[in-house]
């Protein structure tokens, strides 16, 4: 069984934009298409969140961790989806909070 362990923060790109969040998840499938032709199992860990009092996180703070912890995952599945059924395989998502 193939397992694809995808363990990344979108945070750590240099552009932490909806549309880089798109790009980055659809190449990983992508790219992981082409050099293995199947995935059976699409095991998902993102996670991050700001290390400062809750009264000093930002509007753009909160942002970018929805953007990484539910939008990342979230795009990831959206495009493995099909590769996974393919397989019959599964789908795992699991955040944390310090991105490991």
């Known amino acids: 069984m193939l397992a694809i362990f995808l363990k990344k923060s979108l945070a750590s790109k240099k552009s932490n934009t909806l549309s ?3 790009t980055n998840n659809r190449e990983v ?3 992981t298409i082409f050099k293995f032709g199947r995935i059976d199992v699409l095991f998902s860990n993102h ?3 700001p ?4 009264e ?3 509007v753009e703070d909160i942002e970018k961790v ?15 989806m099909e590769h996974v059924k393919k397989t019959k395989g ?9 991105g490991t």
């Open 47 to 49: 996670g991050i969140f």
């Open 29 to 31: 499938i992508d790219t």
């Open 66 to 80: 929805l953007q990484v912890n539910f939008l990342g995952a979230v795009y990831l599945a959206k495009y493995g």
């Open 20 to 22: 880089n969040a798109l």
């Open 56 to 58: 000093e996180v930002s």
């Open 51 to 54: 290390v400062k009092p809750i």
């Open 90 to 98: 599964s789908i795992a998502i699991t955040s944390s909070m310090s």
